[in-house]
Nanobody, 127 residues
Framework: QVQLAESGGGLVQSGGSLRLSCAAS????????MGWFRQVPGKEREFVAA????????DYLDSVKGRFTIFRDNAENTVYLQMINLRPEDTAVYYC????????????????????WGQGTQVTVSS
């Protein structure tokens, strides 16, 4: 089991940028595929972005492609989500997640693929 701690959320105007960070501890970071999900009240938690264990492969929710970038630093045990051109509909609590048991290049995108979750960080985009 790995412990995850997100940071970097906040309030930003439409068109602005934020970088979320997720620091992992208690496990071998390179053994985990890493993902970002988000949730708004009354809705299910949805996939946003994910990275393979080695960082070579990534996948994104269609609505964030070209605006969000996931990248990881395995030496620092941290995964990031760089978000630009933010929109009000991006407002949500963003969660970092870790999934194990996947091959080095595989990118899991189902919520059930991930066993360990952070506490979340709020991102609010004002119009």
């Amino acid at each position: 089991q790995v412990q995850l701690a997100e940071s970097g959320g906040g309030l930003v105007q439409s068109g602005g940028s934020l970088r979320l960070s997720c620091a992992a501890s208690g496990g071998t970071f390179g053994n985990y595929a890493m993902g970002w999900f988000r949730q708004v009240p009354g809705k299910e938690r949805e996939f946003v972005a994910a990275s393979s264990r080695n960082g070579d492969n990534t996948d994104y929710l269609d609505s964030v492609k070209g605006r969000f970038t996931i990248f990881r630093d395995n030496a620092e045990n941290t995964v990031y989500l760089q978000m630009i051109n933010l929109r009000p509909e991006d407002t949500a609590v963003y969660y970092c997640a870790a999934g194990r048991g996947f091959s080095t290049n595989y990118v899991p995108r189902r919520r059930t693929d991930y066993e360990d979750w952070g506490q979340g960080t709020q991102v609010t985009v004002s119009s």
